[in-house]
């Protein structure tokens, strides 16, 4: 399999619109004005225009330095789906199924693990058996299935539910943002992700665990434009374990827990105005695409 070779550098943020090079391409006008100037006083042709020239030449340096003294506005674009404990696969991965509890293949594999795979966990939570409740799915992946199992079975979902729970919440405050969480919400959000972290949810269970084995070749992201192309080399292509952990909980008892948290968390640097009406904001609507 071919794949593009050049990887190009993503740039999350736009460069702002003074920068130090643009500023610097400006100043350098500046001995150009003058000259210009000089010949106009000189040959007194046109002394109206020469003023002028030198008024705009005077005021230049005044104009930079007030748009160089700007701080743009971070704001953030949600990026799209990655891998993660709750989303599934990475796009940027091809995988097959060599493997499962269930069978060679992907034979035998439950629906849940299907639609986990595909990102789908929505579909899972629409699921019939598990109406009313919120569903998280744990992962972990090595060349060891014995040791895999062993987690498995020790996964405690009172605790270790908590770094799923966090990953939601965290990015269900980020896309009701529109700057960056610590500006958006101050002191607020970091409060609150440590809470949700350290908080135990009762009425949690473990319904099912499941294992695969996949082999996985790692492609990287490309410039379509780029017309070179290179072999995966072997290093490049893996096969793996992964234990899957299937838990739920009561909607209502994991809103009422998230309610009683976000309620009382406690900042040192208190919000602001903005910072406060947004976090009203979000509280209103939090449970909207969680």
């Known amino acids: 399999m071919k794949i593009p070779t050049r990887i190009p550098e993503r740039k999350r943020f736009p460069r702002p619109r003074h920068?130090?090079?643009?500023a610097a391409g400006l100043l350098s006008f500046i001995p150009k004005v003058l000259t210009?100037?000089?010949?106009?006083?000189?040959?007194?042709?046109?002394?109206?225009?020469?003023?002028?020239?030198?008024?705009?030449?005077?005021?230049?340096?005044?104009?930079?330095?007030?748009?160089?003294?700007?701080?743009?506005?971070?704001?953030?674009?949600?990026?799209?789906?990655?891998a993660t404990l709750q989303d599934g696969v990475d796009s940027l991965e091809v995988w097959q199924i060599i493997e499962s509890q269930g069978g060679t293949g992907e034979t035998g594999l439950p629906q849940w693990v299907r639609h986990f795979f595909a990102g789908e966990i929505g579909m899972i939570e629409s699921m019939e058996r598990f109406d009313g409740r919120y569903v998280f799915i744990g992962r972990n992946q090595g060349s060891n299935l014995g040791a895999l199992r062993q987690w498995a079975q020790n996964?405690?979902?009172?605790?270790?539910?908590?770094?799923?729970?966090?990953?939601?919440v965290e990015r269900r405050m980020i896309l009701g943002a529109t700057l960056y969480p610590g500006d958006e919400y101050g002191d607020y959000f970091t409060g609150l992700?440590?809470?949700?972290?350290?908080?135990?949810?009762?009425?949690?269970?473990?319904?099912?665990?499941?294992?695969?084995?996949?082999?996985?070749?790692?492609?990287?992201?490309?410039?379509?434009?780029?017309?070179?192309?290179?072999?995966?080399?072997?290093?490049?292509?893996a096969e793996r374990f992964e234990y899957l952990v299937l838990i739920s909980i009561d909607?209502?008892?994991?809103?009422?827990?998230?309610?009683?948290?976000?309620?009382?968390?406690?900042?040192?640097?208190?919000?602001?105005?903005?910072?406060?009406?947004?976090?009203?904001?979000?509280?209103?609507a939090f449970f909207e695409g969680f």
């Open 19 to 22: 920068s130090p090079i643009r």
């Open 36 to 82: 210009m100037y000089q010949v106009f006083h000189n040959n007194r042709t046109d002394h109206f225009i020469s003023m002028k020239l030198l008024h705009v030449t005077l005021l230049l340096p005044f104009l930079l330095t007030a748009c160089l003294g700007q701080t743009p506005q971070r704001i953030i674009v949600p990026r799209d789906p990655v």
């Open 155 to 168: 996964f405690c979902p009172q605790q270790d539910l908590a770094g799923l729970i966090v990953h939601r």
């Open 193 to 237: 992700i440590r809470t949700v972290s350290n908080w135990e949810y009762q009425g949690a269970v473990i319904e099912e665990t499941f294992w695969v084995r996949r082999k996985l070749t790692y492609i990287e992201e490309y410039d379509p434009e780029e017309l070179e192309y290179w072999e995966v080399p072997e290093e490049r292509v």
């Open 251 to 284: 909607r209502d008892t994991l809103q009422d827990d998230i309610f009683t948290i976000m309620a009382n968390v406690r900042t040192r640097v208190p919000p602001t105005r903005a910072q406060t009406a947004a976090i009203n904001n979000i509280r209103q």
